[in-house]
């Protein structure tokens, strides 16, 4: 006599309600059920990957500091580069076309001072001061809280209870540690310029509120041009070393206090050594190669579902959740896109308090037939008359796999103060990438490996009105050979 279906789903209700152990004995075949090692390596692989993502903007930070401190740098210094940056400086995404000064600061022992200069005909800095998550805490210069006078600003630690002394603009980092991204915006490319950019921007002061009531208030600067400076994101153990080092550093937020358990499993526990089972390593590795696919996808996906404009490839992606999260420290407790948050600072660092007043960014990875950039092809970028920006715009090229500088090229940007950029009779520029520079237009080319994909950033700094109301429209690259 066959079973009644009520009697099957009965057995089966039974069997998925005994304990693990029983059910296993009772029906389930050896070969299909995971042993307890595999069980505890698919976590540890589960957590490494949400580790990565939910780290990253620490992991980007500390990965920048590490390189500050292997080249003879410390907390409460400022690296700058003595000329527009060239393929050594290996951060995600950097802009050769200024003057970068970076002031890391550390309040551990107290509160920091960064006085911004006032602008002025000599120049004017575009910059923002963030924490260690990289969250915006102030915008400096003309588009910040200064609003170009300069000023003082004060740099309080967490949960820091004393009185504000007069004269100082405090803003408060969730953080010991962080930096401002500061560029001293140049009038062109030139060797006078450069080196006018240079003078103002070392007019930028960082020193503890200690010393300047002692008098004692000096300010270190490191120049960095020409050197290795390496803080690309590793997808490996060493991914984990460097988050490791940020926990230890600082303190858990309220928002992330779910993530002590899962870092936990993988060694990382505030206030001891790293520890991690040997059996686990290589589920660590795994996650974290996991977690780089993963943000690729996301990245891809962003691009492709929010362009610019319609019916081209340009795009920014970020989204607007993430970008009033970040500014803003994450207010919405119904909020907190960490996943797109990775998207964003796996190919970039720093974050703005209100991006598109100093700055705005497009990002490219596809031609004008949606086929991804190949850096053994040739490519026109158009850029029309006119472009809708006070200060400058740029074009800079990068390899696609690490999202900095393409290696081992003469030059990665392109822009409106490049000496001696040729414009057609209308005013508008075309910029050539490719391998090869194209006969007559070696100052308009743009040299790409012919070994990988490369991206491509335009940045307008002080963009206007038409250019966010789209009146002015930057189109596709065109592929030429």
Same mark, same amino acid.
């Given at each position: 006599m066959k079973p009644t279906l009520l009697a099957t789903v009965l057995a089966v209700t039974l069997?998925?309600?005994?304990?693990a152990s029983y059910a296993h004995t009772a029906s389930a075949s050896p070969a299909t059920s995971p042993s307890?090692?595999?069980?505890?390596?698919r976590s540890v692989e589960r957590r490494a990957v949400e580790a990565v993502v939910w780290g990253m903007p620490a992991v980007n930070f500390q990965l920048m500091l590490d390189a500050f401190i292997a080249m003879g740098g410390a907390p409460n210094q400022v690296i700058y580069w003595s000329r527009p940056v060239n393929w050594r400086n290996q951060t995600l995404t950097p802009n050769p076309e200024t003057i970068y000064f970076?002031?890391?600061?550390?309040?551990? &022992?107290?509160?920091?001072?960064?006085?911004?200069p006032a602008a002025s005909n000599d120049g004017s800095i575009t910059g923002s001061i963030d924490d260690g998550w990289q969250n915006a805490i102030a915008d400096v210069g003309p588009a910040g809280t200064d609003k170009g006078k300069g000023g003082r600003y004060l740099i309080l630690p967490p949960n820091y209870k004393h009185t504000v002394p007069e004269g100082y603009i405090a803003v408060r980092s969730s953080t010991f540690r962080g930096f401002a991204l500061l560029r001293s915006n140049l009038k062109s490319g030139g060797d006078k310029d450069i080196a006018d950019a240079v003078a103002y921007g070392r007019r930028i002061k960082l020193y503890p509120l200690s010393t300047d009531a002692n008098g004692a208030s000096e300010t /270190?600067?490191?120049?960095?041009?020409?050197?290795?400076?390496d803080a690309t994101i590793p997808y490996d153990g060493h991914y984990f070393d460097a988050l490791n080092r940020f926990v230890q550093a600082e303190p858990w937020l309220e928002r992330d206090r779910v993530m002590i358990d899962t870092l936990g499993s993988l060694g990382i526990v505030k206030g001891q050594p790293v520890h991690l089972e040997e059996a686990n390593k290589a589920a660590v590795e795994?996650?974290?190669?996991?977690?780089?696919?993963?943000?690729?996808?996301?990245?891809d996906e962003a691009l492709a579902k929010s362009p610019f404009y319609d019916g081209a490839h340009w795009a920014l992606p970020v989204t607007a959740e993430t970008i009033k999260g970040m500014s803003d420290n994450f207010p919405d407790t &119904? @909020?907190?896109?960490?996943?797109?948050?990775?998207?964003?600072?796996s190919l970039g660092y720093f974050s703005a308090k209100q991006l598109g007043a100093g700055q705005f960014y497009l990002m490219v990875t596809r031609d004008s037939q949606g086929n991804a950039l190949d850096g053994n092809r040739t490519y026109r970028l158009h850029v029309p008359a &006119?472009?809708?920006?006070?200060?400058?715009? @740029?074009?800079?090229?990068?390899?696609?796999?690490?999202?900095?500088?393409?290696r081992d090229t003469s030059w990665s940007s392109r822009g409106s103060n490049t000496p001696g950029l040729k414009k057609n009779p209308d005013g508008s520029v075309d910029i050539v990438f490719g391998p090869k520079a194209p006969a007559g237009q070696e100052v308009n080319w743009m040299p790409t490996s012919p070994h990988g994909r490369f991206e491509l950033l335009f940045r307008?700094?002080?963009?206007?009105?038409?250019?966010?109301?789209?009146?002015?429209?930057?189109?596709?690259?065109?592929?030429? /050979?």
């Open positions: 069997v998925c309600g005994m304990p307890q090692e595999d069980l505890q390596q970076t002031p890391f600061y550390d309040t551990t &022992n107290g509160p920091v001072v960064l006085d911004v /270190r600067f490191v120049d960095a041009y020409d050197k290795p400076y795994r996650g974290a190669k996991e977690a780089h696919a993963l943000i690729r996808l996301w990245t &119904n @909020s907190y896109p960490v996943d797109n948050r990775a998207v964003m600072y &006119n472009p809708p920006v006070k200060l400058y715009w @740029s074009a800079t090229a990068y390899d696609a796999e690490t999202h900095a500088l393409i307008l700094y002080g963009p206007e009105k038409a250019f966010f109301d789209k009146a002015w429209k930057l189109p596709d690259l065109e592929l030429q /050979r």
